[in-house]
């Protein structure tokens, strides 16, 4: 297996965790986008009554992992996107009982100076569009969706960030310390000397 930090080698090429690069997953990404991070969230477990937990989803790194992961996450587009401020779903930790999903429902932060969302009426909503989706439509695996019921399990609202600690927090582990936050107009991303048209950033093609 030539893939390095966490890659996983499909046959023909090797299939990079988030924020990895390169043919062998050799390179940490040269930039991190944390903007949806950084906005409000909800916390939610689902139980996928459906699937059976098996050790290989305790490893982040493992093809069934990853299908699964990708599976969830496209059910849930599908049902919260028409939630107000919804962005996108991250999954925290899988866990037996079925297969329980541990995950965050990310919120686009408020723009300018637009007041924060109501948190616990965006979470009524996602628990109702979540409870409204027709069980048979609602993630069969065989059929790339599935069976699931939901709760909320918590809010969190999270204020603006300038220390590198922020970005250690998302970046790949074996190159975090290279990792400073840079802020644009629209977004907050996390970027090293090497990026480019960032200032200060240095020609790193030589390595």
Known sequence: DPCQNG???????????????????QFGASTIN?????????????????????EDLRDTSSP???????????????????????SGTRVLTLTRGSVVVN???????????????DLHRRARE????????????????????????????GTSLTGGFSSPELCRKYAP???????????TQNSLLCVTNCTLNVPGSINCNSG
């Open 126 to 153: 996602l628990l109702d569009a979540a409870n409204a989706a027709a069980q048979p439509r609602n993630c069969s695996h065989s059929a790339g969706r599935c069976q699931a019921s939901h709760r909320r399990s």
């Open 7 to 25: 890659g996983h080698w499909t046959g023909t090429f090797c299939l990079c965790p988030p924020n990895m690069d390169g043919a062998r997953c």
């Open 103 to 117: 995950y965050k429902v990310m919120l686009h932060p408020p723009a300018g100076d637009k007041p924060t969302p």
């Open 173 to 183: 582990a074996n190159f975090s310390r290279y990792y400073y936050p840079y802020r």
């Open 34 to 54: 944390i903007t949806a991070e950084l906005g409000p969230s909800i916390l939610m477990l689902a139980r996928v009554t459906n699937r059976n937990f098996s």
């Open 64 to 86: 069934t992992y990853r299908s699964f992961v990708d599976e969830f996450s496209r059910t849930m587009d599908r049902i919260y996107h028409n939630v107000s401020g919804y």
